[in-house]
């Protein structure tokens, strides 16, 4: 059933709509009383786009096995649709990173009031999955990102996810004012999932993710069919970051999801005019290599991957 989260009017009599698709084993989401609730929430930015295929692959996946659903999936597709639609990270015409306006405010400016009312939307789910892209600079394997501050509550439903790792951060994808934060601050179980590149859909990846998520929905008691035995993932509080030291072209050697091992060398920077090597970059440490940079053009500071010890 389709509905309808929240309407805002713009200018020239149209309207910004934020839309959830809700599938229950009961049929009418509103005699569902007692079920359990997942929500796949993604297009928060609007040039990430791996998360949309996602979404599509759960609804193909339970409409091939209604039988096994016992429960509640409500699918936000895109929290952000003015992004999604004029391929902008941010609100258009505002600039403003939506997943920094968290928990909102209803009688606030328009986008406090979008923020407010997708989180009164979302209160009642037993687990919330955010899910991301990278950047249109890096790619990342798909990995669980959830605040460090709840780590010890999230920590043995990210293992049954199926991905590669777990991190608990203090990123700015986790941080206060995000979806994520706002919503376990208040005593909903949410997680971060991130993985691929913007404006992109990485099959393999999503098919990943998407086993993961029928895996926790089995332990939620949600989903009878049969899942993939999940991934042991790596799990980390920390990551060593490698950033160029000259400005070039990077050409990397290595794939994003590689183990390497310390003085590896992972690419070079190089100067086509001067038809020179600027830097030889070097892995400082062992390990996985969870984020590695695919547009070439870099500067001085350019994020270039980063290593889980």
């Known amino acids: 059933m389709i509905k309808t989260v929240v309407s805002i009017g713009l200018p020239v009599d149209e309207k910004l709509l934020i839309k959830k698709n809700s599938i229950s084993s009961a049929g ?27 979404c599509f692959e759960i ?23 003015l992004g999604i639609d004029s391929v902008t990270r941010s609100l258009p ?54 605040p460090f501050k709840f780590r010890e509550k999230l920590i043995d439903k990210c293992k049954l996810m199926n991905l590669d790792l777990i ?25 971060v999932i991130d993985m691929g ?5 990485t099959k393999e990846y999503c098919n990943q993710v998407t086993d993961g998520i029928f895996a926790l929905m089995k332990n939620l008691g949600m989903w009878s069919g049969d899942v993939v035995a999940a991934k042991e993932p790596i799990y980390a509080e920390s990551a060593c970051i490698i950033t160029s030291k000259t400005p070039g072209l990077f050409i990397r050697e290595v794939k994003c999801g590689d183990k ?13 005019l001067e038809g020179t090597v600027k830097e030889e970059v070097i892995a400082p ?8 940079r695919e547009y070439p053009v870099v500067e001085v500071g350019s994020l270039l991957g980063r290593i889980f010890r």
């Open 28 to 54: 009418n989401t509103e005699k569902a009383d007692g079920l359990k609730r997942i929500s796949i929430v993604t297009g928060i930015h609007g040039d990430e786009l791996e998360g949309q295929l996602v």
């Open 59 to 81: 609804q193909r996946r339970i409409k091939e096995h209604p039988e096994c659903l016992t429960g509640i999936v409500d699918i936000y597709p895109a929290l952000n649709p």
């Open 93 to 146: 015409a505002f600039d403003i990173d939506m997943n920094k306006t968290f928990p909102g405010f209803n009688d606030g400016t328009m986008i406090e009031h979008l923020a407010a009312n997708i989180m009164q939307d979302l209160r009642g789910s037993d687990f919330v999955i955010d899910i991301h892209a990278s950047s249109i600079f890096v790619r990342e394997i798909p990995q669980i990102r959830i």
């Open 167 to 191: 991190w608990a951060s203090q990123s700015s994808s986790v941080s206060e004012n995000t979806l994520a934060y706002a919503l376990n601050d208040e005593g909903i179980d949410a997680v």
């Open 197 to 201: 590149i913007a404006m992109y859909c």
């Open 260 to 272: 390497v091992e310390k003085g590896q060398i992972l690419g070079s920077v190089i100067n086509p």
């Open 285 to 292: 440490e062992s390990g996985l290599l969870f984020t590695v």
